[in-house]
């Protein structure tokens, strides 16, 4: 069996990374992960250089906004990402309003195609993370994140965040099994089916079917991510990961 990777998305732990982010690094790395999804990283480089070399987390994964509006954007943000070893850099939102034709899908995949051929002479991977408006809308049977993924370069990955999958009301087991290995990373949050961000809750605590989307993906990267928590966010990231560990067998 493929040996299982955990990671965390630091923006669940935003406000103490932007006041004391090697502590942060610190204690993530004593919580058991040895990987992590990293959060602003142009703008920590440094740091974050320095904290990863500490604690030996090695970052996956990263967000950085924009990257499919303007190449000079998407040329720094790969740059950064190569320099501080990053091999997948994710675009988290594409807005709303390029989702409601076909044309318009279509258009936004040909975008962040644009930005993996300027990735590729890099050795770094593009990806795209999903919220809830890629599914909501029909397309023949299909969501538009499923004809987004048909549109994109063969090793443009995805993203799937099941919390926000399940919320637009698609099936993020069926979704998985659709978009096949195309999803290499899985964002887990929990809670109730809702779009009130203080209702999040760790892994395994909510209306999830935390164990069968695990069981769907067995090769994907297992990213803990809360939006917002009205609790301590440590805890529900060890929580998370506790959890997990745990099902996912």
């Known amino acids: 069996m493929t040996k299982r990777l955990y990671s965390v998305q630091l923006y669940t732990l935003r406000n103490s990374l932007t006041t004391d982010l090697p502590g942060t690094l610190e204690q993530v790395a004593a919580m058991g992960f040895e990987n992590v999804e990293l959060w602003r990283f142009e703008q920590h480089r440094d740091e974050y250089r320095h904290a990863l070399a500490e604690t030996r987390l090695r970052p996956l994964s990263a967000h950085a906004d924009g990257l499919v509006y303007t190449d000079a954007d998407a040329d720094a943000a790969v740059r950064a990402a190569a320099g501080l070893g990053i091999s997948t850099l994710i675009e988290p939102r594409i807005d709303a309003g390029r989702w409601t034709t076909r044309a318009d899908i279509e258009a936004a995949a040909a975008d962040l195609n644009a930005v993996a051929r300027i990735a590729r002479d890099q050795g770094v991977t593009i990806g795209y993370h999903n919220h809830d408006h890629e599914v909501r809308q029909d397309f023949g049977g299909r969501t538009g994140l499923e004809v987004f993924a048909e549109a994109l370069d063969e090793d443009v990955v995805l993203e799937l965040d099941i919390f926000w999958a399940e919320v637009g009301g698609a099936s993020a ?11 290499r990373f899985l964002h887990l949050k929990d809670g109730p089916y809702t779009t009130t961000l203080l209702e999040q809750q ?9 164990a069968d989307i695990l069981k769907a993906a067995p090769d994907a990267v297992r990213i803990v991510e809360l939006d917002d928590y009205a609790g301590d966010p440590f805890e529900a990231v060890q929580q ?3 959890h997990l560990v745990e099902v996912d067998r």
Not at 173 to 183: D, H, K, P, T
């Open 202 to 210: 760790p892994v395994g605590q909510g209306a999830m079917p935390v």
């Open 240 to 242: 998370s990961l506790r």
């Open 173 to 183: 087991v069926e979704l998985i099994s659709r978009l096949g290995a195309r999803v």
